[in-house]
């Protein structure tokens, strides 16, 4: 069935009543809302009722013991949290410029990315450009739904298909690699094609975009996955493989800083697999947070060397 839409033009609601609806759609109950909000039980159930009057839409549908979001209140929900995000951020804003004449520069980042970028961000001269710069990691998708929110200006993340609202600027293709242990035979390969995996025990992350793209590509090489060992976490990752047990799938930035002695990393070849990593931002932030815009400007630029930087290091150290 197709969505409703909410009516075209301006919707005259206040930051309060949009906190109203998110803890009512948060608590399914009217009083647990209203004791969140720290209004009474009528006076919340009034405001909801003037929202749904001003759009002229019903939000909620109510039942003796439940409160659910109708199809046009869940289409509601994530613009009302991405509004008050927004909101939140840049009253913080407001009040880190009038205190201290800054503004807040919020950053995201992929694990693997991290590392190459907090080095570039600690190399920025926060004063000269007077900004607070923050910087968090996550999953991609976590990252994108903190872009949409308002909750990042930026994110470094891995992308395929970039979604509305958003501006993508490459940076780097990141290899997909085998990791050995030193003793294993093929541990001084220059590189192998992914056929010399198939008499292996081979483990990789089994969520996320490496688990998607390693499994992809096994599947295309009639390589199967570990049905012994399975992992979510690049240290369990890397023990499994330094004890000998298993061979390791991932991305080469990933294997940054991994123990030389111990292990080895190979690219894996025919056919080469390569993840986009990419800066994304919000389409409107020139015009909406001018200094986050130079800040992305600057990552788009720097990034790209920087992470080739730990790419080429990782290949060195480990051929």
Excluded at 40 to 61: N, V
Excluded at 176 to 186: K, Q, W
Excluded at 211 to 229: F, Q, T
Excluded at 244 to 272: I, W
């Amino acid at each position: 069935m197709p969505s409703r839409q909410l009516p075209a033009g301006r919707m005259p609601l206040s930051i309060r009543q949009l906190r109203f609806f998110v803890a009512l759609s948060q608590s399914g109950n009217f009083s647990r809302a209203a004791e969140t909000m720290a209004v009474s039980q009528p006076a919340l159930s009034a405001a909801i009722r003037q929202i749904e009057h001003l759009l002229d839409t019903r939000l909620f549908d109510r039942t003796t013991h439940s409160v659910v979001l109708t199809e046009a209140g869940q289409s509601l929900l994530p613009h009302a949290w991405r509004l008050l995000t927004t909101a939140d951020n840049a009253f913080q804003d407001m009040s880190d410029t009038l205190q201290r004449s800054r503004a807040t520069v919020r950053i995201g980042s992929v694990p693997s990315a991290l590392p190459a970028a907090a080095q570039i961000v600690a190399g920025i001269d926060q004063d000269a450009h007077r900004v607070n710069l923050h910087l968090t990691d996550g999953t991609s998708d976590a990252l994108i739904a903190q872009l949409h929110r308002g909750a990042l200006d930026m994110a470094v993340c891995v992308a395929s298909l970039i979604e509305e609202g958003l501006v993508s600027t490459p940076l780097i293709e990141d290899e997909m690699t085998l990791v050995l242990s030193r003793e294993h035979p093929l541990a001084g390969a220059a590189q192998l094609p992914w056929s010399a995996l198939a008499e292996m025990e081979v483990v990789h992350f089994t969520s996320g975009s490496i688990g998607e793209i390693s499994a992809a590509a096994m599947r295309e090489n009639n390589i199967v996955h570990s049905r012994r060992y399975r992992v979510d976490h690049m240290e369990s990752l890397f023990g499994l493989v330094e004890s000998g047990l298993a061979a390791g799938v991932m991305p080469r930035l990933y294997v940054r800083g991994h123990d030389h002695e111990a292990l080895a990393v190979v690219p894996l070849t025919q056919p080469s697999i390569r993840r986009k990593v990419v800066l994304l931002q919000g389409a409107r932030l020139a015009a909406e947070h001018p200094s986050a815009a130079e800040i992305a400007g600057y990552l788009a630029k720097a990034l790209p060397g920087g992470l080739a930087a730990v790419w080429s290091g990782n290949r060195a150290r480990s051929g």
